[in-house]
């Protein structure tokens, strides 16, 4: 299985921050990276697709980049609905899996 | 608008089958644009992909389950469901049914989850 690592677990950082968090794969993946976020009591929500691609409806501020190994979720200017915990899951290949989490508190 | 509505039991005893159905509404699993996953989410804990199904009834199982885990859809029901047999304490979890694009495999639709508690 692809084993994915998000880095850091937890973070703390205020309104209006901006904030990065990274997600790495044991192998290369492409492009295949999904980010979603979620708050408690509630299902994931996709953010981000395709490594970069933002899914309809989510805010410019968040972003993603990356390919292979390597990507980043980035929030700008955050807000106070975007405290909340952030998984990323790759897509290439069978098990789908998942990272952690990195929760995201407010400081 | 897809929504996506899990129900089942949310007690089950352990060595016994979970089972639960997922129902799709505001879309059509027979379009065969899309394929249907559950998830899972022990409490406190992260996110397990069990497996898929696609409208044609092909199955893709995490190896991880694939001894104890069926997937099976109903077209005329627009339903599919879940049945895990032999549970444990450990799959105390929220099940989540979700819907993925068949070229990037993200979850862009998700039921709001069941609890199921494996206790006896």
């Known amino acids: 299985d692809i084993q994915m690592t998000q880095s850091p677990s937890s973070l703390s950082a205020s309104v209006g921050d901006r904030v990065t968090i990274t997600c790495r794969a044991s192998?290369?993946?492409?492009?295949?990276l999904n980010w979603y976020q979620q708050k408690p009591g509630k299902a994931p929500k996709l953010l981000i697709y395709?490594?970069?691609s933002l899914q309809s409806g989510v805010p410019s501020r968040f972003s993603g980049s990356g390919s292979g190994t390597d990507f980043t979720l980035t929030i700008n200017s955050l807000q106070p609905e975007d405290f909340a915990t952030y998984y990323c899951?790759?897509?290439?290949?069978?098990?789908?899996?998942f990272g952690q989490g990195t929760k995201l508190e407010i400081k | 608008q897809v929504q996506l509505q899990e129900s089942g039991p949310g007690l089950v005893k352990p060595s016994q089958t979970l089972s639960l159905t997922c129902t799709v509404s505001?879309?059509?699993?027979?379009?065969?644009?899309?394929?249907w996953s559950w998830i899972r989410q022990p409490p406190g804990k992260g996110l397990e992909w069990i497996g898929y199904?696609?409208?044609?009834?092909?199955?893709y199982y995490n190896p991880s389950l694939k001894s104890r885990v069926t997937i099976s859809v109903d077209t005329s029901k627009n339903q599919f469901s879940l049945k895990l047999i032999s549970v444990t304490a450990a799959e105390t979890a929220v099940y989540y049914c979700?819907?993925?694009?068949?070229?990037?495999?993200?979850?862009?639709?998700w039921g709001q989850g069941t609890l199921v508690t494996v206790s006896s």
């Open positions: 192998q290369s993946i492409s492009s295949y």
């Open positions: 505001g879309g059509s699993i027979s379009s065969g644009d899309y394929y």
């Open positions: 199904i696609y409208y044609s009834g092909s199955t």
């Open positions: 979700a819907r993925a694009g068949p070229l990037t495999f993200d979850f862009d639709y």
């Open positions: 395709a490594a970069s």
């Open positions: 899951q790759q897509s290439s290949t069978t098990p789908y899996t």
